[in-house]
């Protein structure tokens, strides 16, 4: 399953940028979990990270690590293509009756 992670990094390791991505790409290999792409961002988040992992749980044990560590915070977003964007546009459909809302 793909995981977009918004992540924050804290004070004390924002000078420590090579230690910090390191341990993190380590544990992450460790959980089965694939770096695909890291982009860093100004503002509330940090950085933007997508990853393929193999089951939500790795992705938690992650996101629990990392604030464990001390590194910050991360937010995970299970992601989704296209195509399964369409199956489940199709699964909501409407049965095409519309019913009225009375107000009372």
């Known amino acids: 399953m793909k995981y ?3 992540g924050t ?3 004390q390791w924002a000078n420590k940028h090579a230690d910090r991505t390191a341990r993190a790409k380590a544990k992450l290999q460790e959980l089965g979990i694939t770096l695909e792409s890291v982009y860093y961002t100004q503002g509330a ?3 933007v990270d997508t990853v393929e992992a193999p089951d939500p749980e790795a992705a938690l044990a992650f996101s629990v690590w990392y604030a ?10 299970p992601a989704f293509d296209s195509e399964t964007m369409e199956r489940a546009t199709k699964k909501g459909k409407s049965s095409g009756s519309a019913k009225s809302v009375r107000k009372r």
């Open 9 to 11: 990094i804290s004070e």
């Open 4 to 6: 977009i992670m918004l």
């Open 45 to 47: 988040i940090d950085f």
């Open 68 to 77: 464990k560590e001390g590194y910050g915070r991360i937010q995970t977003l």
